[in-house]
């Protein structure tokens, strides 16, 4: 073989290896949804996903600024509609996707015990976090974090957030936010169902669900980036996800369907 017909085969190979690969930006509360996603996804289709994962604020910031990510899947909808005010996102993209449920989280060797009723239902409000065996609060950052903001209203919901903010510990996102609660730094966290019920943490400790009418909606929705070379496959990965094999995986996580 010449070496010109070697160097166009190979830059072929390399160009089709390229678009067989779709960046996703996923919120950081989908962790343990895109470890079963993925590989469903790449089976199905043959098309690897390369998954970065983090607080949708910075996402969607980095998005802005020209990241090269294909698919951004956030846990606020107003970041991927923002990018397409902007102009950023593919029109006709959004697709919300999921709702997320916030709970309260602590691990069993921080020996706390929330009051709750059915199991996993908080009874009454949040003055517990009151007291002294509750010395450090985990939550992830409301600037830029949804599930940030959430907690901050629950606690002022329940008319507890000034009283505790000294003992409020921020994390970048909801994954380091579960660590801080997971690794005893705090004693209880503010943290997604779904981080509750991931291999990392179910037999860890105990959750109790916070009330739906103590913190906004969180309405989590995805586009697909305006920038992105590999648009078809990015909306194909969006068809997925929205299958019913894909909202199975999202519901066995304690996700709930998204409002039309």
């Not at 709970?103 to 059915?118: Q, Y």
Request: glycine share 8%; proline share 5%; net charge neutral.
């Amino acid at each position: 073989m010449s070496v010109l017909k070697y160097f166009v085969v190979s830059l072929l190979l390399v160009c089709g290896a390229a678009a067989q690969e779709l960046r996703v930006a996923a919120a950081s509360d989908l962790t343990g949804a895109m470890q079963k996603l993925a590989p469903v996804f790449e089976k199905q289709t043959g098309i690897h996903v390369s998954v970065s994962l983090g607080s949708s604020g910075n996402f969607f910031a980095q998005i802005q600024n020209g990241a090269p990510f294909d698919v951004f899947l956030s846990a606020d909808r107003s970041y991927p509609e923002k990018l397409l005010q902007a102009g950023t996102a593919e029109p006709d993209s959004l697709t919300p996707y999921a709702r997320g449920r916030l709970v309260l989280w602590t691990a069993k060797s921080s020996g706390l015990h929330f009051p709750a009723r059915d199991g996993k239902r908080l009874d009454g409000g949040l003055d517990f976090l009151n007291s002294a065996s509750v010395r450090k609060i985990a939550i992830a950052n409301p600037e830029h974090a949804p599930y940030g903001r959430a907690a901050v209203a629950a606690m002022e919901h329940f008319k507890v957030y000034e009283p505790v903010k000294p003992k409020l510990v921020l994390g970048e996102n909801i994954s380091q936010t579960a660590q801080f609660a997971l690794s005893g730094n705090a004693d209880v966290g503010f943290v997604g169902l779904s981080g509750a019920l991931s291999d990392s943490m179910a037999g860890s400790g105990e959750y109790v669900l916070l009330p739906d009418d103590s913190y906004p909606p969180i309405e989590q929705a995805a586009i697909v980036v305006a920038a992105s070379k590999n648009k078809t496959q990015a909306q194909r990965f969006l068809q997925f996800l929205m299958s019913a094999e894909g909202q199975g995986i999202l519901k066995d996580l304690g996700f709930e369907a998204a409002k039309k």
